[in-house]
């Protein structure tokens, strides 16, 4: 079993909620760091509460939710070592995970049924990384991570 940090702003607490009973029940490890009521609170916030625990080892991997995921997948993606996707449907779902190997999964509380936001969670976690040629271009990523452009 996976330890998972989630998180959500406002739009998202109730399929948080939801998500975090049905990640419980399958036996994970779930590590909630909010929000905890429908007041609005800013989705960077939590992006960067879900992506410190995956980046320091405390959780395996991350789920954020927000209206559409989007918000939540870039500020995410500012810390180094995280790979956060914003997915609407199971083909990306599968293929960020099988080929970007992502470990913070942006869901759209706004744009998806319940059923359909719990499939993609499933596939997120039980999608493994191909490695291959995509671990060669995972280190590009890594590369341009550590790298800051010449502006001159």
């Known amino acids: 079993m996976?330890?998972?940090a989630i998180g959500s702003d406002?739009?998202?607490?109730?399929?948080?909620?939801?998500?975090?009973?049905?990640?419980?029940?399958?036996?994970?490890?779930?590590i909630d760091v909010g929000t905890h009521?429908?007041?609005?609170v800013d989705y960077p916030d939590y992006a960067e509460r879900v992506g410190a625990k995956?980046?320091?080892?405390?959780?395996?991997?991350?789920?954020?939710?927000?209206?559409?995921?989007?918000?939540m997948a870039i500020a995410a993606n500012k810390l180094p070592?995280?790979?956060a996707a914003a997915v609407y449907d199971e083909v990306t779902a599968e293929m960020s995970r099988?080929?970007?190997?992502i470990n913070v999964l942006c869901l759209p509380a706004n744009l998806l049924s319940e059923s359909q936001l719990?499939?993609?969670?499933?596939?997120f976690l039980k999608t493994q990384f191909e490695g291959g040629r995509h671990e060669r271009r995972l280190r590009k990523i890594e590369r341009i991570e550590q790298h800051q452009p010449d502006c001159s």
Do not use: F, M, P, W
């Open 2 to 4: 996976l330890r998972i």
């Open 10 to 30: 406002h739009r998202g607490k109730t399929i948080k909620e939801r998500l975090v009973r049905l990640l419980k029940q399958q036996g994970h490890e779930v």
């Open 37 to 40: 009521n429908s007041e609005s």
């Open 54 to 71: 995956v980046v320091c080892g405390e959780a395996d991997r991350g789920i954020l939710i927000c209206g559409t995921g989007t918000g």
């Open 81 to 83: 070592g995280i790979r």
């Open 98 to 101: 099988r080929h970007n190997n």
């Open 118 to 123: 719990e499939k993609l969670v499933d596939i």
